[in-house]
């Protein structure tokens, strides 16, 4: 699957669920365009904004003036006072200098292309589950970033805007392991991604490895057998369960 064809994909997806933005006629010319080209009429002009809002998950209001609050009519739409607007021109700008050369050349494909909801996929902020439970937890701790997750599964599950799969959590835990400090929210984050993907062996693996760094040698072979129930198979947990047998072996 090209670049585009995903890109087009997921713009289809994310417009099932889009709330219809009012209508443009032809004869409504639109007025201060930088970056689109001057004889761009009133529809084409509504079709591109309709993508855009829909990338970003966000209506009219996000980059366009509106006077009075709630009422679509009282938009100014050639202002330029709401600051995302430029900030929208700005990405426009850059994305449509990577489709002209750097991405077919990068992809060898000559009509590999990306758009606003490539990145965006429905998020204003399109930063992946890690990183957003990553800063959470250390601003707020591992309660708060729990919380986080629950809420961001509740509302964007199924979207594509971010990975629930147990990849994500794992990546988090696994780099709050890294540091001492943060072994205890490194392991409640481990529990909830066992608790989530139950079905899931790697969960089932960073948990005992977690664990086998606060010393807890019985609780981190139990995990490993939990995962080996799941997969019999699998590399990891195989190679833990050797390696804590034979450190208990030689003690």
């Known amino acids: 699957m090209t670049i585009r064809t995903t890109a087009r ?33 009133g529809r084409e002009v509504h079709e591109i904004m309709n993508e855009w809002s829909q990338s970003l998950g ?20 050639a202002s330029d006072k709401v ?21 077919p050349k990068a992809a060898g494909e000559p009509d590999a292309a990306v758009s606003c909801v490539t990145c965006h996929r429905g998020l204003t902020n399109p930063a992946t589950l890690d990183k957003v439970l990553l800063q959470v937890t250390r601003e707020k701790g591992a309660d708060a970033a729990i ?21 994500a959590l794992q990546k988090v835990a ?11 929210a490194s392991l409640a984050i481990a529990k909830l991604n066992v608790e989530q ?9 960073v948990v005992a490895q977690v664990l086998d760094l606060k010393g807890d040698r019985a609780g981190a ?4 057998d939990a995962a080996l129930k799941i997969d019999p198979k699998d590399r990891q947990a195989t190679r833990l369960k050797q390696q804590f047998t034979q450190q208990t072996i030689s003690k």
């Open 221 to 224: 072979m139990a995990a490993v």
């Open 174 to 184: 696994l780099t709050l392991a890294d540091d001492k400090a943060t072994l205890d």
């Open 9 to 41: 994909a997921a713009a289809l997806a994310l417009s099932l669920a889009a709330v219809a933005l009012p209508a443009f006629a032809d004869e409504d010319a639109p007025k201060n365009l930088k970056v689109l080209p001057k004889g761009t009429g």
């Open 83 to 103: 600051g995302h607007k430029e900030v929208a021109r700005r990405m426009y700008t850059m994305m449509g200098g990577l489709n002209a050369t750097a991405l």
């Open 147 to 167: 919380g986080k997750y629950r809420e961001l599964r509740e509302r964007y599950y199924g979207s594509g805007s971010y990975d629930f799969s147990p990849r």
């Open 197 to 205: 993907n139950p079905t899931a062996a790697s969960a089932q693996v």
């Open 58 to 77: 966000v209506r009219c209001d996000f980059c366009h003036e509106m006077k009075t609050p709630g009422d679509f009519r009282s938009i100014d739409w």
